[in-house]
């Protein structure tokens, strides 16, 4: 391990560092610089995201404003480092690719996750190989999102391939001239690395009728890409800076951006998703583990993510945007306090009710839950916003509660603290009714996280001479983010 991450902040090269971290609500650009040895960590740019209905009525991302927007907080994190930029990092949401021609240039915008061509392509794909089979090979938790089905919808429309796929991270990555690379963490959400050797599975891809060929190189987090390249190098500070592949998927990240020791410790990542989990040193794919869809994902330091994955803060973003477009809108700091003043709610939501993952009418989808269940209908105007609010908070946190506790069955571990990341761990009524429900201590880490373990893998990356996602590897990083949680603050 390096001696700045044993016993302090001060990095053996003192230029500063860029993470850009992806969202599917907003995507941003942070500046990490080194003063007097210590680490300062800026938000450089922000910018809003989110999918976008195309001419022929598919549901996509707005790859080149997402491009735009990234290369615009680069150069502006240039401009700010006169010292120069010795790395930039990208991590982001999972499953969603992009398809590249020989000269990496997209041959089309990706498509979001909740396109509805995956359900056909769900169901027509476990006709030739069936889900337990699926499950066993890759200990995925089973869902029309991943990027195999999206993959087999692509070949049941009988799209052009292109030469390759990247998954938004490291296509940007690629963009700026680095190697095109699957990223170990990103890859295992695509429900096509076999758990036991994490390598591509050649059976899968058999039954989905996808090339080998076709599948970029899966590295582990932290590998070296390669140097910038391309029209940001007129800009001095970019002139010899390097490509890292940080744990590309978002989530790894935030939970390597923990500042957390021991094995008694959960986390919840709070955004459009939950992610509700614990690290484990192997995989929990038992039988439990598969009927009830836990997950387990690739991690930092050889480790996994044993995780479920949930609605989040989806459903309030929705009902949000349809109170704001009635004219109606709330902030969502005075949202959250008025919630807080609510009456408790008689009855609780089912959150993993398919129909409240959709886009649009969100509290009217909540109603028909409630008729369904024989509860009365909720005023869904923007007047009764605290009421509707408080509903979805508490069953939030009753969902996390019944999680943790079978986790603890499952893994056998006894988790006495939980670690909340994300935007959700700034809403301190969510944490309050998380401790409730749970009885366990809960912590508020950094809103920031993923930004915070894309720059510990970065420099774990820098600083180290060790190959592979190692046990080393992974107590650099968590050092890092030690660090970085005390002195880094945005």
């Known amino acids: 391990m390096s001696s700045a991450a044993q016993t302090g902040p001060a990095p053996t090269d003192n230029r500063a560092l860029v993470a850009v971290d992806l969202g599917a609500e907003s995507c941003r650009v942070a500046l990490l610089r080194w003063v007097d040895g210590t680490p300062h960590i800026q938000m450089v740019h922000r910018f809003p995201n989110g999918p976008v209905h195309s001419a022929d009525g598919s549901l996509r991302w707005p790859l080149e404003a997402i491009t735009i927007g990234v290369d615009h907080g680069l150069r502006l994190c240039a401009e700010l480092a006169p010292e120069g930029i010795r790395s930039v990092a990208v991590d982001g949401w999972a499953v969603d690719y992009v398809r590249i021609d020989a000269e990496r240039k997209p041959l089309a915008p990706p498509f979001c996750y909740r396109d509805e061509r995956n359900v056909e392509s769900m169901q027509k794909l476990h006709e030739r190989i069936s889900p337990e089979r699926l499950r066993s090979i890759t200990g995925l938790q089973l869902q029309q999102i991943n990027t195999l089905y999206q993959l087999y919808a692509d070949r049941l429309a009988k799209a052009p391939a292109g030469n390759c796929w990247l998954n938004l991270p490291e296509y940007l990555l690629a963009h700026w001239g680095g190697k095109a690379v699957a990223e170990y963490t990103m890859a295992t959400h695509t429900q096509m690395v076999q758990l036991e050797t994490n390598s591509w ?84 794919n038992g039988p439990l583990a598969s009927v009830e869809q836990f997950t387990n994902l690739g991690g930092v330091g050889d480790r996994l993510l044993f995780q479920k994955n949930m609605n989040g803060m989806w459903l309030l973003k929705q009902c949000m945007d349809q109170w704001a477009a009635s004219g109606h809108p709330w902030e969502i700091g005075d949202l959250v306090a008025a919630a807080e003043l609510a009456p408790r709610p008689e009855a609780l939501l089912d959150i993993d009710d398919p129909e409240l993952l959709k886009t649009g009418d969100m509290p009217s989808r909540i109603n028909v839950q409630r008729r369904a269940k024989g509860y009365k209908e909720m005023d869904e105007s923007a007047a009764n916003a605290p009421a509707i609010a408080s509903l979805i908070f508490h069953s939030l946190a009753a969902r996390y509660a019944s999680l943790f506790a079978r986790i603890e069955q499952l893994t056998l571990k006894k988790l006495s603290r939980i670690f909340v990341v994300g935007g959700g761990s700034r809403n301190s009524f969510l944490l309050r009714l998380t401790a409730e429900a749970t009885g366990k201590q809960i912590f508020a880490a950094s809103p920031e996280s993923s930004i915070v373990g894309n720059f510990a893998v970065q420099l774990s990356a820098l600083e180290l001479d060790l190959p592979g996602n190692t046990e080393e590897f992974g107590v650099a990083t968590s050092s890092w983010a030690a660090i970085l949680s005390k002195h880094g603050s945005f």
């Open 201 to 284: 599975s050649r059976e899968i891809l058999h039954e989905a009728g996808i090339d080998l060929g076709s599948m970029p190189k899966l590295v582990p987090p932290g590998t070296r890409l390669g140097h910038i390249h391309g029209d940001v190098t007129a800009l001095p500070a970019l002139q010899n800076t390097e490509l890292i592949a940080p744990a590309c998927h978002d989530t790894a990240s935030a939970i390597a951006g923990i500042p957390a020791s021991g094995n008694d410790w959960g986390y919840i990542s709070i955004g459009t998703w939950s992610l509700v989990g614990t690290l484990v040193d192997r995989a929990c």
